[in-house]
């Protein structure tokens, strides 16, 4: 019993440091830079662009969210990126991302659920709401939808799985009929085809 504090003292005490290494290695610069300067390429030409990326920046993705909710990005920074989608609830200003680091498959996730007006679970929708485990319960939720291989929300994200994953929220949102509508449905109605079953949207060859 004389051991019990100090042990657990020490154990969390590395706990907070792997958690400290960890949250900075989420937040990481891209080792190096693509040659090409993607504020240069048209909106096809940026699609194209993060196909090939190793790892893709928080600018990048927002870059991406932005084509995927309105088809054409049309800002010119990153501040207006990140201002059109904080205003519109599908990024967070908690989150405190910064432009050149490395963005984590939960964020992205996070942002397509919004997009895509998928509500997800129990769990997703009344825990995500409040930010607690927001990323990691949007990550599960298109994992189950078939949308993203099996991963973690704090896992990088390659180029080429969010452009796999931008063609199936484009195939999922066509579906659902959101861009035909700017009707907000909160309800598992709109995920659902007229016999009840989910929709999935097919695999991207």
């Given at each position: 019993m004389g051991y019990t504090q100090p042990l657990r003292t020490t154990t969390l005490a590395c706990l907070a440091i792997g958690l400290a290494l960890l949250a900075g290695a989420c937040a990481a610069p891209?080792?190096?830079?693509?040659?090409?300067?993607?504020?240069?390429?048209?909106?096809?030409?940026?699609?194209?662009y993060v196909a090939q990326l190793d790892v893709v920046t928080v600018d990048e993705a927002y870059r991406a969210m932005l084509l995927l909710a309105d088809g054409e990005d049309g800002r010119k920074s990153f501040e207006e990126r990140k201002a059109a989608l904080e205003s519109r609830g599908i990024?967070?200003?908690?989150?405190?991302?910064?432009?050149?680091?490395?963005?984590?498959?939960g964020s992205v996730a996070f942002m397509v659920c919004k997009i895509c007006q998928i509500p997800g679970g129990v769990n997703m929708h009344v825990f995500g709401s409040w930010g607690l485990g927001d990323r990691r319960y949007a990550t599960r939720e298109l994992i189950y939808r078939e949308m993203l291989d099996e991963?973690?929300?704090?896992q990088y994200l390659r180029g080429s799985d969010l452009h796999t994953l931008l063609r199936k929220a484009d195939t999922l949102m066509m579906?659902?009929?959101?861009?035909?509508?700017?009707?907000?449905?909160?309800?598992?109605?709109?995920?659902?085809?007229?016999r009840g079953n989910l929709?999935?949207?097919p695999p991207v060859k």
């Open positions: 891209r080792a190096e830079n693509p040659k090409v300067d993607p504020d240069t390429l048209s909106d096809e030409g940026f699609a194209n990024a967070r200003p908690e989150w405190n991302l910064q432009p050149d680091n490395v963005i984590d498959t991963s973690v929300d704090y579906e659902k009929g959101i861009y035909e509508s700017e009707k907000v449905d909160l309800s598992d109605e709109g995920d659902r085809d007229e929709i999935v949207p």
